[in-house]
T-cell receptor
């Protein structure tokens, strides 16, 4: 059974903290994505990685960075958490070629207080 | 700028009727378009994909059409059931590495 696993289901962090969200996939997919989802705004792409150590900014990269040192793992880093980063964060993976359906993790609901 | 729009934030229909959801896009030339279902508190799940050279695709009670001239896809659920209540999202691949971009979604509520 294919799987994308996010390290936490719920997180509460303080303003100014450095926050790490981890995502692991077991499908040997080239592509990995981080989205955030807010009511009325849908899924917005933060960062995208198409290979180890390769990344591309999405629509809303400000305040975030990413790391992909191994093919199966993609980390999202909030350098200094702010209250406007309170959101649902979703990680996904897909093949890099062909018709690449995305497989999603269960999501991390992050609250910054 | 590139944009993906889904027709409405919410759609309410009666059980047994056909639900029709719309996805419009601008400034893309996608080779295919995908539809996903998302239940509250969960990640989206892939439903169907339609290629640019396909006019229509079916899977059980689901039907998707794709009109590259109108830059529009329609997603139909026939004989709808309360269990079909969810948010439905369309997605396009953008760029050389198949970066997936999603619409905001349409929340469907099927009432008994």
């Amino acid at each position: 059974d294919v799987k994308v696993t996010q390290s936490s289901r719920y997180l509460v962090k303080r303003t100014g903290e450095k926050v790490f969200l981890e995502c692991v996939q077991d499908m040997d997919h080239e592509n990995m994505f981080w989205y955030r989802q807010d009511p009325g705004l849908g899924l917005r792409l933060i960062y995208f990685s198409y290979d180890v150590k390769m990344k591309e900014k999405g629509d809303i990269p400000e305040g975030y960075s990413v790391s992909r040192e191994k093919k199966e793992r993609f980390s999202l880093i909030l350098e200094s958490a702010s209250t406007n980063q309170t959101s649902m964060y979703l990680c996904a993976s897909s093949l890099g070629t062909g018709t690449n359906e995305a497989f999603f993790g269960q999501g991390t609901r992050l609250t910054v207080v | 700028s590139q944009k993906i729009e889904q027709n409405s934030e919410a759609l309410n229909i009666q059980e047994g009727k056909t639900a029709t959801l719309t996805c419009n896009y601008t400034n893309y030339s996608p080779a295919y378009l995908q539809w996903y279902r998302q239940d509250p508190g969960r990640g989206p799940v892939f439903l169907l994909l339609i290629r640019e050279n396909e006019k229509e695709k079916r899977k059980e009670r689901l039907k998707v059409t794709f009109d590259t001239t109108l830059k529009q896809s329609l997603f139909h659920i026939t004989a709808s059931q309360p269990a079909d209540s969810a948010t439905y999202l369309c997605a396009l691949a953008s760029g050389g590495y198949n970066k997936l971009i999603f619409g905001a979604g349409t929340r469907l509520a099927v009432h008994p």
